[in-house]
């Protein structure tokens, strides 16, 4: 089941704040961000996993809320270099975590302008 | 850099051909992954490996594609018989296994297909 990310596009000066969501119909065992930029390969941003803390480093942290099966990506004071498509990536609680392939949403695009 | 390097960067072939990509993981890294992904969509799951076993397969891994991890390093797809819808992004990851926990899909720069 591909988890639904919301908004599907955001258009922010530099230096404001953005939330992006990701949310599973399904139980989830751990949520994975990542940030693409045109033609590139899809860049590692932080792992949630289930019963965990919100996690963040510098200027973007992350929640994950296990009662309503969403997480939720926050930048604050965004940089011209946070500009890109952010995707969620999502693991089933049904085999308590293991090798399976993430099942990613269809993307936020964030553009920051000066 | 992730350090996943994948082979050729873009490919170019006439419906009917077969095609093979390759993808070199992190080379501690004994999971290899192999994903789609189309314009305006998120990667696809296709297949992945534990060293060489192929543990899973995607319903979306139909019978013209195969996937071969010989000797639990670098990775191979092929694509039989190509056919215009199989023109997209694709990605290869690799991971370290954890054991106990998910461990974190490094990307590679994918092979970007079209098929004419």
């Known amino acids: 089941q591909q988890p639904v990310q919301s908004p599907q596009a955001v258009i922010l000066r530099e230096g404001e704040d953005a939330v992006i969501n990701c949310s599973s119909s399904k139980a989830l065992y751990s949520v994975h961000w990542y940030r693409q930029k045109h033609g590139e390969a899809p860049v590692f941003l932080m792992i949630l996993l289930k019963g965990g803390e919100q996690k963040g480093h510098e200027k973007i942290s992350a929640s994950f809320n296990e009662k309503k099966q969403q997480s939720s990506l926050y930048l604050t004071a965004s940089q011209l270099s946070y500009s890109g498509t952010y995707f969620c990536?999502?693991?089933?609680?049904?085999?308590?975590?293991?090798?399976?392939?993430?099942?990613f949403g269809k993307g936020t695009h964030l553009i920051i302008q000066p | 850099d992730t350090g996943v390097s994948q082979d050729p960067r873009h490919k170019i072939t006439k419906r009917g051909q077969n095609v093979t990509f390759r993808c070199d993981p992190i080379s501690e890294h004994n999971r290899l992954y192999w994903y789609r992904q189309t314009l305006g969509q998120g990667p696809e799951f296709l297949t992945y490996?534990?060293?060489?076993?192929?543990?899973?397969k995607s319903r979306l891994l139909s019978n013209r594609f195969s996937a071969e991890r010989p000797k639990g390093s670098f990775s191979t797809l092929e694509i039989q018989r190509t056919e215009q819808g199989d023109s997209a992004m694709y990605l290869c990851?690799?991971?370290?296994?954890?054991?106990?926990?998910?461990?974190?899909?490094?990307f590679g720069p994918g092979t970007r297909l079209l098929v004419l």
């Open positions: 490996f534990q060293n060489e076993a192929q543990l899973e």
């Open positions: 990851a690799s991971s370290l296994d954890g054991a106990h926990q998910q461990e974190t899909q490094y």
């Open positions: 990536g999502t693991e089933l609680s049904y085999s308590g975590g293991g090798a399976d392939g993430l099942t």
